[in-house]
Structure formats: structure tokens, C-alpha cells
């Protein structure tokens, strides 16, 4: 992106410089609006790859609430099994002796720890969303502001050549 804008930026100054001393008014004037043509052509680019890179945000999205909507159902379906595992221990314990109330409890622990493993999957997840939306956001501002850039050059190449031209002019 920074070579496309060094290129324009090089292209506008020697074609500036070469316009001082050896066109006329006319190619001036034709050069002059070249340039604003191909400045245009790059804004264009420019708002396209914008465009592109918020399509691909919203594809970005969509695909993570579809892998988040899975997780939830993975997680509520593991829910499930666990709970119904848990329950099923519980009732065996009441009949078993001692010995297997120690198995419970380790079971119980396991649950927990499988818990607290999952919820630590799910705010993974999340923080990676968080992220991904975050660098969506850092590339949209990136993008206006090579924006804004090219179009303050271009003010600026404009007003040197307006001025150039009223010079010419007072020196005529």
C-alpha cells in the first residue's frame, strides 16, 4: 500500500516539476486532470480493498458465530452427558460402601475440572473474537487514513500547481 502511495506521490511531483518548464497552459490543464483521474482511480482501489476487507470481516464474523453456536451446543450436549454420568454415580453411591464414595468424589472433582477446562475454552474463544473484531477495526482506521494521506497529497500537489499556474500567468 505505502509503494502505491510513494509511486503516485513520486509520479504527481516529476510530472509537476516537468509541467513548470515545458508545458503549455492546455497540457496543463490536461495533465492536471490525468492526474485527478488517476488519483480518483486510486481512491476507487483504495475504497475496494476497503470494501474487500469488510467482506471478509463479516465473513470472519459469520464463521465465528457458527463455530461459537457449535462450541455451545458441543458444550450443552457434554453438559449433558456429564450430568447425567454424575447422577448416575450419585445413585450407585448410595448403594455401594465406602470405598466408593471416594470414587465419587473424584469424579466430581474430574467434573470440575472439566468445567472450569471448558469455560477456559470458551473465553479463549471469545478473546480471540474480541481480537479478530479488533484488528477489523485497526484496518478500517489504516485504510481511511492512507485515504485521508492520499487525498491531503493531492490537495497539496493541486495547490502547487494552481499556484505555479497563477505564476506563470503573472509572469506572462
Known sequence: MTKKILILILFTLSITAYAQNTYSQTEVD???ELQ????DEKLKE???EKDKADIK???QDKRLE???GRL???IDVFGLIIAGLTILVTIAGFFMDKNNKKKRQEIEDEFDRLKIESEKQIDLIRQH????VEKAQLIIEKTALEIDLIKDEANISLTEIRKRKKSENNNL
Open 129 to 132: 473474537a474480541l481480537l479478530v
Open 46 to 48: 483504495l475504497k475496494n
Open 36 to 39: 485527478k483521474k488517476e488519483l
Open 57 to 59: 470481516m463479516i465473513e
Open 72 to 74: 455451545a451446543k458441543i
Open 66 to 68: 457458527e463455530t461459537q
Open 30 to 32: 490536461l495533465k492536471l
